[in-house]
């Protein structure tokens, strides 16, 4: 990939992937869970309701992040949530009440949509088209990054000192590390920008289908559009859960908290190999059979979990788990891109994303509800494991919308610059 990249590509993919990290720091409170309910005296339904605002801040960002990137720029999008994420996990650390935290929730909600996937997703994107699975699935090993990191060292730190001198040292080290890349490294391509051509003597790609560009409107119409809405809201369902609950069932499993943390942060980290992988995969087959694929696997580690309490088993999960939901990350946009063009990827991805919130918020708060009702996790469970399995199925019928039959002449009906 790095000889068709066009010039100054490369920092602006580093500062992305640098960007990224900060959505690692959402993965501090499943470390810090038993910490918090613990000196507040709180259930831990009432810790995972944390979920609901901090997924409507996502929510009600999201559309909004879309529009900004392209009205004020993504450097501007960027840089500002990286400050705000700073603070927010600095109110954090002085929070006092149940109600603080679901505010404070709803900003970091906010500022992790900011340095998220659809800024930086729209902007590597129209910087690089050969090789953009790829190239994406590098930006987005970031996340996988500070996630493998942030849950290791905020037990350590909470156990040194306290959780909340833990949760200022990492909005510190947040703003310290992403601002300045977010600030100076992150750029627009040049007017008039195109992809490079082919190497001289490279083999020819094979023939793809026409492409499509839609507006968000245009979109909103579409059978494939609310296909991936519904599989997101059953991955999130999952997905949001699993991470807020692991470290805690493992706890309760027998686990110290830092062999759990540990046994988190690699299954995190396993990410990072997953993302490059399945963005290379799917620049050499179609997006939407890599997206099939990884869901096929998530089905598999959701049921996996089922049987987690044994020694065997467990190890096998995190593995599955780890890949599978580190590809989501990649394929998706890919899949929008390929279903609906990059001219107006942030819009569609970030009207996607809304669907993030009942999904997300209903898994932690149902995982919550059926721990203190029953003293283990199991029947929730069972159901990620089913609507999991319901996604995968409705992937059956995405595909490519908006373009006309391919004629003799092969012409698309839209350009991706």
């Given at each position: 990939?790095?000889?068709?990249l066009?010039r100054?590509?490369r920092?602006?993919?580093?500062s992305?992937?640098?960007?990224?990290l900060?959505?690692?720091c959402s993965?501090?409170?499943g470390?810090?869970?038993?910490?918090?309910?613990?000196?507040f005296?709180?259930?831990r339904?009432?810790?995972?309701?944390?979920s609901?605002?901090l997924?409507?801040?996502y929510?009600?960002?999201a559309p909004?992040?879309g529009l900004a990137?392209?009205r004020?720029?993504?450097?501007?999008?960027?840089?500002?949530?990286v400050?705000?994420l700073?603070a927010?996990?600095?109110l954090?650390?002085?929070m006092?009440s149940?109600?603080?935290?679901?505010?404070?929730s709803f900003l970091?909600?906010?500022?992790?949509?900011g340095?998220?996937d659809?800024?930086v997703?729209?902007?590597?994107s129209?910087w690089?088209e050969?090789?953009?699975?790829?190239a994406?699935g590098?930006i987005?090993?970031?996340s996988?990054?500070?996630?493998a990191a942030?849950p290791v060292?905020?037990v350590?730190?909470?156990a040194?000192?306290?959780?909340?001198?833990?949760?200022?040292?990492i909005?510190?080290l947040?703003?310290v590390?992403?601002l300045?890349f977010?600030?100076?490294?992150?750029?627009e391509p040049?007017?008039?920008h195109?992809?490079?051509?082919?190497?001289?003597g490279a083999?020819a790609?094979p023939?793809?289908?026409?492409?499509p560009?839609?507006?968000?409107g245009?979109a909103l119409?579409?059978r494939?559009?609310?296909?991936l809405a519904f599989?997101l809201?059953?991955?999130y369902?999952y997905f949001i859960a699993?991470n807020?609950h692991?470290i805690?069932?493992?706890s309760?499993l027998?686990y110290s908290?830092?062999r759990?943390?540990?046994g988190?942060?690699?299954?995190?980290?396993?990410?990072?190999?997953?993302k490059?992988?399945v963005?290379?995969?799917?620049?050499?087959l179609?997006t939407?059979v890599a997206?099939?694929?990884?869901f096929?696997?998530?089905?598999?580690a959701?049921v996996?979990?089922?049987?987690?309490?044994?020694p065997?088993?467990?190890?096998?999960f995190?593995v599955a788990?780890?890949l599978?939901?580190a590809a989501e990350?990649?394929?998706?946009?890919?899949v929008?891109?390929?279903?609906?063009g990059?001219?107006h990827l942030?819009?569609?991805?970030?009207?996607?994303?809304?669907?993030l919130?009942p999904g997300?918020?209903?898994?932690?708060?149902?995982a919550?509800?059926?721990?203190?009702?029953?003293?283990?996790?199991?029947?929730?469970?069972?159901?990620?494991?089913?609507?999991?399995?319901?996604g995968?199925l409705?992937?059956l019928?995405v595909?490519?919308e908006?373009v006309?039959p391919?004629?003799g002449?092969?012409?698309?009906a839209?350009?991706?610059?």
């Amino acid at each position: 990939m790095s000889e068709t990249l066009p010039r100054g590509a490369r920092l602006v993919l580093l500062s992305c992937l640098v960007c990224q990290l900060g959505l690692g720091c959402s993965y501090v409170f499943g470390a810090t869970l038993k910490n918090i309910v613990s000196e507040f005296e709180w259930s831990r339904t009432a810790y995972a309701a944390s979920s609901l605002p901090l997924l409507l801040g996502y929510a009600l960002a999201a559309p909004l992040v879309g529009l900004a990137t392209e009205r004020i720029g993504v450097r501007r999008v960027l840089s500002g949530a990286v400050l705000l994420l700073g603070a927010t996990f600095w109110l954090f650390a002085h929070m006092q009440s149940l109600w603080a935290f679901y505010g404070i929730s709803f900003l970091l909600g906010v500022s992790l949509t900011g340095v998220g996937d659809i800024p930086v997703g729209a902007i590597a994107s129209r910087w690089v088209e050969r090789g953009r699975g790829l190239a994406l699935g590098l930006i987005y090993s970031g996340s996988n990054l500070g996630g493998a990191a942030v849950p290791v060292l905020a037990v350590a730190l909470a156990a040194r000192s306290s959780w909340r001198d833990a949760l200022v040292w990492i909005g510190v080290l947040a703003v310290v590390t992403i601002l300045p890349f977010a600030a100076l490294g992150v750029r627009e391509p040049p007017r008039g920008h195109r992809p490079r051509p082919a190497a001289p003597g490279a083999r020819a790609a094979p023939p793809r289908e026409p492409r499509p560009e839609l507006g968000l409107g245009e979109a909103l119409r579409t059978r494939t559009f609310w296909i991936l809405a519904f599989v997101l809201f059953t991955f999130y369902l999952y997905f949001i859960a699993v991470n807020q609950h692991l470290i805690a069932y493992l706890s309760d499993l027998g686990y110290s908290d830092e062999r759990a943390a540990l046994g988190f942060g690699l299954a995190v980290g396993l990410g990072i190999a997953s993302k490059l992988g399945v963005g290379a995969l799917a620049d050499r087959l179609s997006t939407r059979v890599a997206l099939r694929l990884d869901f096929a696997l998530l089905t598999t580690a959701s049921v996996l979990l089922l049987f987690a309490e044994s020694p065997l088993l467990l190890p096998v999960f995190l593995v599955a788990h780890g890949l599978a939901t580190a590809a989501e990350n990649v394929v998706l946009p890919l899949v929008v891109a390929e279903c609906f063009g990059v001219r107006h990827l942030a819009r569609i991805y970030g009207a996607l994303m809304v669907t993030l919130l009942p999904g997300g918020a209903l898994g932690p708060i149902f995982a919550g509800a059926v721990f203190d009702a029953t003293g283990g996790y199991a029947p929730a469970f069972a159901v990620f494991a089913l609507a999991n399995a319901c996604g995968l199925l409705a992937l059956l019928a995405v595909r490519v919308e908006g373009v006309a039959p391919r004629s003799g002449l092969g012409s698309p009906a839209g350009v991706i610059g």
